[in-house]
């Protein structure tokens, strides 16, 4: 394959998910939304919003050995194709256990895109551009994420329009692929064991994965809690998110360009010391800190969410470069099912804190966790990579 086939192979899977981006992004406001209006209790809708993941450890095992046996873009068009007939059939079916079901094949639909396109990546990425390219796939996703309840506001909640407008994110994330023509990387079969191997073989870079969904998802849940029992009013507690989130899309591209320039993991390891200044800081620049100041907390928390999701970009990266090409969608699968333990887990974890230190809970896990990290990584600092 040459420079330009790998560019339009590249292009095509990017492209992709950032359509899927905006689909799962607006589904996941929508679903919630709605149950609240119709009266459901918030633990039923926190139960419906863990299909994703739950959908993701259920099949996860079983993704290696279809990803050799089946062609990359033929899953792609079957996960997307499952995806797009849940997301129409929401509004026909509206019993309360029939939106689990659905839920459950949507996420199953995300989970085999998410894990593929990552392998595609990764199997095109070279050791001079990994970080940069997975920057780029990180950028995408998060965007996509991002523009995504945004979607749902010009829709409204009512009625089959919001589902129509997600079914097409997803038809249109389908679009791009046939660019890529007959330059879809090829995965050789896996060898069995491989994906319980791994996680003993490479405990740095699946803790990293671990940590980065413990950081995303319970910083995303309880940063405007913190913010609004810190003494802010409503609207800027939830800007808090706003500006971690906008660190998360805009960081991923330098940060990936850098660490290929230097090291990937020198990079990770910045990365985690940045989330455990962040949280330190936090106390101190909100009201009633020693030091309240919305400017200066605005940068920390942008800096602070490019780098929370950058851990997850750049031990991406190093997976891939320590992951030969058959072990590949092995190493993916297990990276993607460690990394939605930690989403699972995170906010429940946060939130116990929270109900027994308060707010500042969420700052004592979040250092303990960085601080374990930086304590042991260079004992989990890989090697070179294999041959």
């Not at 030091?291 to 970009?313: D, Q, R």
Request: aromatic letters at 10%.
């Amino acid at each position: 394959m040459n420079a330009r086939e790998r560019r339009r192979s590249l292009a095509a899977i990017v492209c992709s998910v950032f359509g899927v981006g905006v689909a799962y992004g607006a589904v996941t406001p929508l679903i919630s939304l709605r149950l609240e209006a119709a009266g459901v209790d918030s633990l039923l809708i926190g139960l419906l919003g863990a299909m994703f993941p739950l959908a993701t450890l259920a099949i996860g095992a079983f993704v290696p050995a279809v990803v050799s046996r089946v062609p990359l873009l033929a899953l792609l068009y079957v996960s997307l194709a499952v995806a797009t007939a849940s997301a129409v059939l929401f509004p026909v079916f509206t019993a309360l256990w029939a939106w689990f079901l659905l839920r459950f094949l949507m996420g199953s639909g995300g989970t085999v895109h998410w894990i593929v396109s990552e392998i595609w990546m990764n199997a095109l990425a070279t050791t001079r551009d990994r970080s940069r390219l997975m920057g780029i796939y990180a950028t995408m996703l998060a965007a996509g994420f991002t523009l995504g309840p945004l979607a749902v506001r010009l829709t409204g909640l009512e009625g089959w329009q919001p589902f129509a407008v997600v079914a097409a994110g997803i038809v249109i994330a389908g679009l791009p692929l046939p660019l890529a023509g007959a330059h879809v990387p090829t995965i050789p079969p896996h060898a069995s064991g491989r994906l319980r191997d791994l996680l003993s073989r490479q405990p740095g870079i699946f803790f990293a994965a671990l940590l980065a969904g413990l950081l995303d998802s319970a910083l995303i849940v309880f940063l405007p809690l913190y913010g609004l029992r810190s003494g802010f009013d409503q609207g800027d507690a939830i800007t808090l998110v706003a500006w971690f989130m906008a660190g998360s899309v805009v960081l991923q591209i330098p940060l990936g360009a850098w660490a290929d320039r230097s090291d990937r993991w020198r990079a990770m390891r910045l990365c985690v010391t940045c989330s455990l200044l962040g949280a330190l800081l936090l106390p101190v620049l909100t009201p009633g800190g020693w030091f309240p100041s919305h400017a200066l907390l605005a940068a920390v928390l942008f800096v602070w969410g490019g780098t929370a999701f950058g851990l997850y970009t750049l031990s991406l990266a190093v997976l891939g470069d320590r992951s030969s090409l058959a072990e590949l969608a092995a190493a993916n699968t297990a990276f993607v099912m460690v990394y939605e333990v930690g989403s699972i887990s995170g906010p429940v974890l946060v939130g116990a804190a929270m109900d027994l230190a308060g707010r500042q809970g969420l700052v004592a896990v979040t250092v303990a966790l960085c601080g374990v990290f930086l304590l042991l990584e260079r004992r989990w600092r890989p090697g070179h990579p294999p041959s």
